[in-house]
């Protein structure tokens, strides 16, 4: 029988509390954090085998107590940025998590009370599936998926090229899972278990071999050469003035980008890099001030003889579904060449309850709340543009949309040779979650073995090799251009092709076995029931 409430033991509480703290504590260590900037990712290994212990050794209501708690600590630290940013952020990402996991550990316990003997192999493609679910839809995000963890680790990620990051994520749980099931049992989980254990040390075996020999050899490739301007400032906190010393700093960095020994192909500005609405103000000239601000800027790329992508707010007139004429903005990525729009990205996964709200009519009050924070929302963009220049086709992914592999698959199925991530980490004051940003966008290289270059406000400014391998970093929080030169590949790797092939498997083998599991167990009930009755 299942039993939904504990037999309440003080002892066994505090040890219950004491590892989901040290659950959290590790899972927010495994990443980039305030005592290690790029993480320590070893502990990835071993951080959830606290969190199936408890599991193990409660009921089904603890199971959604500990678990509401493991997911409102475990992202409370390692997204504390958000609260540095604005409370309400962090309060709803936290609740998020919380209602996350208070409904995911019941699955863990259930996979346990179906399959006693090996509960934890559906706990491990469990936590696949959710990794995987969580990153769709609205509330869709990429942060804190256990994969990220290893981004410094070459040859541990190469395999992302076929299974995407969801491969490293499944070498990493199941030690986790595997180890509380034997601290159940001890030494004879072990022999009983060894086939399983086996697996996965020839999984992890041919990760390292083909993270060795699979690298890509991109030498005989054509380069491209970028600048990409870090100003070093968050664009969207001030006023007309401090949009005129932005574009100040913004020139000048770019002028001496242009003036060095190696003349860049392509200048790149961050994400809103230029706040005044280029299009809008240089065609309705409702507002001198920012007028005269965007001709400054027309002017200047007009003599300029190199192409520049510069992120800007895209607001248009356009007649919405009543058939009235309104001013709609994008957040987007816009390619110019001697002052002249040859055309623009408009971003299609927009950040939840920052940029993009669509339920103001069944929250109210969240709405009016999100609006009252000073939150920018924008409308959805409907195409993935792959820009063509000189030869060279290119995406634009902007800010978190480089934390969705489907993203920059699709650029890459529709043509893109490169990937540009525009971003604008600076509002978040933090180096953690600028550097937990970065190595999402390592996994976008490998994925689809394409070189990924990153422009950001303040940091991280990047270029990273189709191998995954960071080739150049501007220093954080400095007022910085960095030239960086880039391979262009060409062909299809499986993930490409393919997507998030292993993600659906494992996403559909759990709910195979649970459904099995369930059906077993009424099946047996009643033939217990027609053998009591006989």
Known sequence: MIRFFPRFSLGMFFCSLAAIAGAAVLF????????????????????????????????????????????????????????????????IVGLVYLGYFALLCPLFKLALLLFPRRGYILQWLLWIAYEWLRTQGFLGYGYGIMGYSQWNLPPLIQIADIFGVWGVSSLLVFPSAY?????????????????????????????????????????????????????????????????????????????????????????????????????????????????????????????QDTPFVIGNDDSRKEVDSQGVWRRVDYNAALLFNQGKLLGQYRKLHLVPFTEYFPYEKQFPRLYKALKEADTHFWEKGREATVFTLNGLAFSTPICFEDTFGYLSRNFTQRGAKLIINITNDAWSKSLPAQMQHAAMAVFRAVENRRSVARAAASGQTCGIDPNGKVLAMAEPFQERYLTVELPIMEGRSFYTRYGDLWAYLCAAGALAALLAGIGMRIIRRRRQKNAGSE
């Open 28 to 91: 927010a260590a495994s990443f980039p954090n305030i005592l290690a900037a790029e993480g320590i990712p070893f502990l990835a290994w071993i951080a959830l085998a606290p969190l199936f212990w408890v599991i193990q050794q409660t009921t089904m209501a603890g199971a959604v107590f500990w678990g509401a708690l493991y997911g409102y600590a475990a992202y409370g630290l390692f997204n504390y940025w958000l609260s540095l940013f604005h409370p309400l952020a962090g309060l």
């Open 179 to 303: 180890l509380a099931a034997a601290a159940r049992e001890g030494r004879r989980f072990f022999r009983r278990e060894w086939i399983a254990g086996g697996l996965w040390v020839c999984a992890l075996g041919g990760t390292l071999i083909y993270g060795f020999l699979g690298r890509v050899d991109y030498s005989p490739a054509p380069k491209v050469r970028l600048a990409l301007i870090q100003h070093n400032t968050d664009p969207w906190k001030g006023d007309i003035e401090e949009n005129r010393k932005d574009l100040r700093v913004l020139k000048r960095l770019s002028r001496e980008a242009l003036g060095g020994e190696a003349k860049p192909d392509l200048v790149v500005w961050c994400e809103t890099a230029f706040v005044p609405r280029i299009y809008w103000h240089d065609t309705y000239r409702d507002d001198p001030e920012s007028y005269l601000l965007v001709r400054d800027l027309l002017d200047f790329l007009a003599k």
